[in-house]
């Protein structure tokens, strides 16, 4: 099938795919209890969510927060369609996340060769490499390969990343077989412009692999990047409960965009997700009690859009 | 000039007004001396904005936080293309205004009833009729009216607002003479659809009047909102430095969305504010030490998208 960059109709499904578990817990300072970490992705499951990245198999000692990633896919309770993933950085973390029994994983390479030799220890090549030994063992073993991109808009060590750069990955992943591709925006550079490059230039380069899109909200545009995606008729999104996550170069800085602000604006927007908005909003307080501290979701602050107020209340010459 | 919902192209000039003094301040618990408000509004037009909604005369009762309005428009130093406004809620905000030495007025009438009714204290007919009599006084003085609809995109209290309503409002201001209308999202409902039905209602109504939009980032979808006036051919948007102001419908939400990251987007998608990031970011920061806690704004947060790092810096297998 291949993919085209037109807008996506009102009535499309469109995926919301939970990184929380994954991108958010792994920037906690505190290690959150396993059977917690299962409870929150069994409540995820129960609102509507069937796509989850619950943990990353990577070395315990660079990520201590995700060490029990063995624990909580074993833990989980998987309904009928759901789809469990995991990140991988090489082989290893691959071999692993098959026996934990993952329905997916999600490889990690960057386009920047700077941030990829500081991520992972070797070059561009050499992961990509790697992944093709990765995929091919994945594929026997009926596991799905998202081929993730790291940095796609842009490095911060590097600067602009081209956006042929993005594509000519991509279509290494879908020669290697890979289904999806996914483009990070590891450190909050997305903008609507650099989406659409992307984007078009992947379609140009490699048709038929779909696309997923990884925002942070780190400079506040992230759901301004998800109408571009829409508008360039791309229908996977990543997200994170609550807006959970960090990001090592922006100091207070928001992490991934919100899970439940996502579901309210496709929602809205006449989109059908299959995921229950009140629902997942109760996950994120769940999420938020278990941290102990305020998350940047705003639905979680502010409530549904339609609940309605006593006309007694105070409202006075505001505007 | 009629205008039309067409895309606005690259390059194009997007206004960018800041309401922060008003909508911000009037959310403040504390008053914010009038010395500093000033040295603030004097601090955007540095940055190279050139409409701010610098206060409001309503009663120093209701909002005793902006009773310095006089002063406040008095002291400032108004540069070469400047428009200084005040949100007037009746004749007597008006003739407050006129004599203040306002460039131009912002009136408010909801296009909600019971919101109406709460908020000035009598019907949307009322409103209007007495805004007939400010209109005409303000154009014998040479100042401009932008006309405020309120609850726009929705009612606290009524739940959803039709188009049409808005459509209607829109008329009778551009009957009266008002060259723009201010679509306000009170209390942070507007979403793309609900925002494309009241442009392109009011584009069927009232061709000739020019759209502001005035949103809340209440939801998280502020900027979202934005992407949707763009497509449609707004080129007028109202923002609050640092994200400022408050709802009180939402206790902890944010409040208009961001003038610094609003800058960000537009800049980063090839529009023209005229409006310098690194100065505006300032005056966010110089007005967070005012108020002397942290403001939503992410730019605030973040820094610049292109900002680069020392590759010694640790990263991880993050993803």
Redesign the interface.
């Known amino acids: 099938m291949k993919h085209a960059s037109t807008p996506l109709s009102e009535g499309s499904a469109v995926t919301v795919c939970e990184v929380g578990p994954?991108?958010g817990f792994?920037s906690e300072k505190t290690f959150i209890p396993t059977a917690r970490k299962i409870e929150i992705v069994d409540a995820m499951f129960a609102a509507g969510v069937r796509n989850v990245q619950v943990t990353?198999f990577?070395?315990p000692r660079?990520?201590p927060q995700l060490s029990d990633a063995t624990e909580v896919i074993a833990g989980i309770r998987r309904p009928a369609g759901s789809v469990v993933s995991a990140?991988i950085?090489n082989l290893k973390g691959a071999e692993r996340a098959a026996a934990a029994g993952v329905d997916a994983v999600?490889t990690?390479v960057s386009a920047s060769a700077?941030?990829n030799?500081?991520?992972?220890n070797r070059s561009v090549d050499q992961s990509l490499i790697e992944f093709e030994v990765v995929t091919a063992l994945m594929h026997r073993e009926g596991i799905a390969v998202e081929g993730?991109i790291?940095t796609a808009f842009?490095c911060?060590?590097?600067?602009?990343v081209p956006p042929e750069r993005v594509a000519q990955i991509a279509r290494r992943y879908q020669e290697l077989g890979a289904k999806r591709v996914s483009l990070?925006d590891?450190t909050?550079?997305a903008?609507?412009?650099?989406v659409r490059a992307a984007i078009r230039a992947i379609r140009a380069e490699a048709p038929e692999v779909e696309i997923c899109l990884h925002f942070h909200?780190?400079?506040?545009?992230g759901?301004?990047c998800?109408?571009?995606g829409l508008?360039e008729g791309v229908s996977y999104y990543d997200a994170s409960i609550g807006g959970l996550g960090g990001?090592?170069?922006?100091?207070?800085?928001?992490g991934n965009i919100?899970t439940e602000?996502l579901v309210?604006?496709l929602q809205?927007?006449?989109f059908e997700t299959g995921i229950d908005l009140e629902g997942i909003t109760d996950v994120a307080r769940m999420t938020q009690d278990t941290l102990g501290r305020?998350l940047p979701?705003?639905?979680l602050?502010?409530?549904p859009?339609?609940?309605?107020?006593?006309?007694q209340?105070?409202?006075?010459?505001?505007?």
């Not at 909200?217 to 545009?221: I, K, S």
């Not at 990001?247 to 800085?253: I, L, S, W």
């Not at 209340?313 to 505007?319: C, D, E, H, I, Y």
């Open positions: 994954r991108d792994q990353s990577v070395s660079a990520v990140l950085p999600h990690v700077t941030h030799l500081k991520n992972v993730g790291a842009g911060p060590f590097e600067g602009v990070g590891t909050g550079m903008t609507p412009a650099s909200n780190t400079r506040g545009v759901l301004a998800v109408m571009t508008a990001c090592p170069f922006a100091a207070g800085a928001t919100c602000d309210y604006l809205e927007s006449g305020d979701g705003q639905i602050k502010a409530g859009r339609l609940r309605k107020f006593d006309p209340m105070t409202a006075t010459a505001r505007g």
